[in-house]
């Protein structure tokens, strides 16, 4: 009799809506991501440009900003892949510009089972199949001034917020805004665009000039890469008037309390040794954790490392439901909680194809402090090529390094790579100075190929035997 009870119990807890059950409505969620923003453009995470970021930059001050956050992999539609599905992409299918596979479960397949409406500003093509993520509202980039106009991401996160009302379900937002992605604002090459295919992109309310903005380490400083660095911000601030209007909309609502939000960048800037890569200026992202009442604000956690493949089950963790099958991230909500949290000390991040579908395979494994790159395509002979060859700063650096060794060196170096590379990120971290052959870091050298073999092998990566053989480690 007690088994049939607790039969029963358990039977009404799965298909009983949670506020009738705990008399209290499930949290509602509102994603918010950038394209192509490094994590150090926004002024909560140290940019020196008066006024960069405002509405974000509050929105961290309401929170939590996690300092050592990456995504899992830097190119567009296989890090939204990874985050909406908790898996690297070589075991959720989109390893570049391609679908998940249609058996691996999504967040927000699971949301739905729950009664949730999922609804989506931008990007929408970068997550497919399109049915597999169970969208009941879309508004694509072209609907939204070529994912860049934030009046327009305002009139429909105003319009999704209020068929919520309707509808009286919790809801799941996510908005994509296309900026700072290229082209880039007032660049040549988005005026070209507005005028070849007749697009209503709006122009940037504050257009930075060279002298205004600070270019990256990483980079050299040179008057074409200042300039192209002065459009990039100019995109970055209009990508902060987005987020902005979008949070507007939420307040107006009436729903703020109730709404736990997450903001993150897809991957660093699409600029040489940046997207499509395993620097830290390839994965590194400012994510941001808003929950009223829960979450306390205006923290900074510089302690844990946190990945792309975690935000899936932790956002399941948050709302109380059940986890999906078969992910490799795992909650971080005990840190959001300011507890303590085991195996935050490393994390894994991969690349596999650019847009072009050209396959550059590599491997990281980054630490707070040092990370170690396999760039297991480079050979001596194949060329690298992506989407941050375009513009101003890759053609600058061909041009400088006929006269400049220095710049020649980075630009063969950026083309050709070699096969290790070893950083240490707290005192290098733009990635200058690869120590692979310094004689004082072999001993920590051969601890990450192993540490990074370990990982490898348990979330199945195909390319652990190669590297494994390559590198003579053992199997532990």
Not at 61 to 89: D, E, K, M, N
Not at 238 to 264: C, H, I, P, W, Y
């Amino acid at each position: 009799m007690l088994k049939l009870l607790g039969f029963f119990c358990l039977a009404v807890v799965c298909s009983v809506p949670c506020e009738r059950l705990f008399g209290q409505k499930r949290p509602n969620v509102l994603l918010v991501s950038v394209d192509d923003m490094n994590f150090d453009s926004l002024g909560c995470h140290g940019c020196s440009i008066p006024g960069i970021t405002p509405h974000i930059d509050r929105l961290a001050s309401q929170g939590i900003l996690f300092s050592h956050a990456h995504v899992t992999i830097a190119v567009c539609q296989p890090t939204r892949s990874v985050w909406l599905t908790g898996r690297y992409p070589f075991n959720n299918g989109a390893l570049g510009f391609q679908p998940i596979r249609r058996n691996v479960p999504t967040l927000t397949e699971q949301l739905r089972k729950a009664g949730y409406l999922n609804g989506i500003l931008g990007k929408v093509k970068h997550l497919a199949p399109r049915d597999k993520f169970a969208w009941d509202y879309m508004k694509v980039q072209n609907e939204l001034g070529f994912g860049r106009d934030s009046q327009l991401y305002y009139r429909f996160a105003k319009q999704f917020l209020a068929r919520t009302k309707v509808s009286k379900k919790p809801f799941f937002l996510m908005v994509n805004s296309h900026d700072p992605h290229r082209p880039f604002a007032n660049s040549k090459q988005e005026k070209n665009r507005k005028k070849r295919k007749k697009l209503k992109i709006p122009a940037a309310s504050k257009i930075y000039k060279p002298a205004e903005v600070t270019v990256p380490g990483f980079l050299p400083d040179i008057p074409p890469v200042r300039r192209e660095i002065a459009q990039y911000f100019s995109s970055v601030h209009r990508a902060d008037e987005t987020v902005g209007a979008v949070l507007k909309a939420l307040k107006e609502s009436g729903m703020e309390q109730n709404t736990l939000v997450m903001f993150l960048s897809d991957h660093g800037m699409a600029l040489p040794f940046a997207k499509t890569n395993c620097y830290m200026n390839s994965t590194r992202t400012p994510w941001i954790i808003r929950w009223p009442g829960k979450v306390k604000p205006n923290r900074i956690d510089k302690i844990n490392l946190i990945s792309g493949i975690d935000l899936t089950p932790t956002m399941l963790d948050a709302l109380g439901l059940a986890p999906l099958e078969g992910v490799d991230g795992k909650s971080f909500l005990p840190l959001m909680f300011e507890k303590k949290q085991s195996d935050r000390e490393e994390i894994m991040t991969v690349f596999h194809r650019t847009a072009g579908r050209r396959d550059y395979p590599m491997r990281s494994l980054v630490t707070k402090q040092y990370g170690y790159i396999y760039n297991g395509w480079s050979d001596g002979k194949t060329v690298f090529r992506n989407e941050s060859q375009a513009g101003l700063t890759f053609r600058a650096m061909q041009k400088a390094g006929k006269t400049n060794p220095e710049i020649a060196q980075r630009v063969k170096l950026f083309q050709y790579r070699v096969r290790e590379e070893f950083f240490d990120y707290s005192k290098d971290p733009d990635a200058r100075k690869n120590l692979i052959n310094d004689p004082t870091k072999q001993k920590t050298i051969q601890e990450f190929r192993q540490r990074l073999l370990k990982r490898m092998k348990r979330y199945h990566d195909p390319l652990a035997e190669k590297f494994a053989e390559e590198m003579k480690l053992s199997v532990r």
